[in-house]
């Protein structure tokens, strides 16, 4: 059964840049697509943007010129980069399979704040 | 964008009834709807895909139905286990967006 297991900082300040990747384990990395979705504290989900195996990106307008999502193959896992935060980025930030459907990590807490 | 809009944003409800969560497209997004649960504090779960395919290990008592615009999310029998938030997904186009969420309380 496949695994999505994903770190990064959980603290940054204003204008930084927030760093996550996600390993994927016990299941093919190709055939899919790789997504990244957020949660602000008691809020909806927004879909960030996704790659696939070869590198293809498909990003939400709303962030594209902030984020890169970015791929290796090698050691099946996934990344996301998002550049010049402010508190609005606080979120809990999940990476997902997008195969049939969207199957999720745990999810990481990412807060922004000076 | 395409909006997707959940009705309604709560509910509260009992034990055994039958709960029906409406989603709609501000534009036609074929069958290319899905539906999640999340529970406090966890990461959403898939239960429906393609609008009414059941998610493997997910209990019948959950259905899906709609096309075009509209869409529909039964259950039909409320256990306290489902008792959560749900959202409907579309993934006809980019970007991929998620309805507001229903929330599920306890009467």
């Known amino acids: 059964q496949v695994q999505l297991q994903q770190w990064g900082a959980g603290l940054l300040k204003p204008s930084e840049t927030l760093s996550l990747t996600c390993a994927v384990y016990?299941?093919?990395?190709?055939?899919?697509?790789w997504s990244w979705i957020r949660q602000p504290p008691g809020k909806g989900l927004e879909w960030i943007g996704e790659i696939n195996d070869s590198g293809s990106t498909n990003y939400n307008p709303s962030l594209k010129s902030r984020i890169i999502i970015s791929v290796d193959t090698s050691k099946n896992q996934f990344s996301l980069k998002l550049s010049s935060v402010t508190a609005a980025d606080t979120a809990v930030y999940y990476c997902?399979?997008?195969?049939?459907?969207?199957?999720w990590g745990h999810g990481t807490l990412v807060t922004v704040s000076s | 964008d395409i909006q997707m809009t959940q009705s309604p944003s709560s509910l509260s409800a009992s034990v055994g009834d039958r709960v029906t969560i409406t989603c709609r497209a501000s534009?036609?997004?074929?069958?290319?709807l899905a539906w999640f649960q999340q529970k406090p504090g966890k990461a959403p779960e898939s239960l429906i895909y393609a609008t009414s395919s059941l998610q493997s290990g997910v209990p019948s008592k959950f259905s899906g139905s709609g096309s075009g615009t509209d869409f529909t999310l039964t259950i039909s029998s409320l256990q306290p286990e489902d008792f959560a938030t749900y959202y409907c997904?579309?993934?006809?186009?980019?970007?991929?967006?998620f309805g507001g969420g229903t929330k599920v309380e306890i009467k």
């Open positions: 997904q579309q993934y006809n186009s980019y970007p991929l967006t």
């Open positions: 016990g299941g093919s990395f190709s055939g899919y697509y």
């Open positions: 997902a399979r997008r195969g049939k459907t969207l199957y």
């Open positions: 534009q036609g997004i074929s069958n290319y």
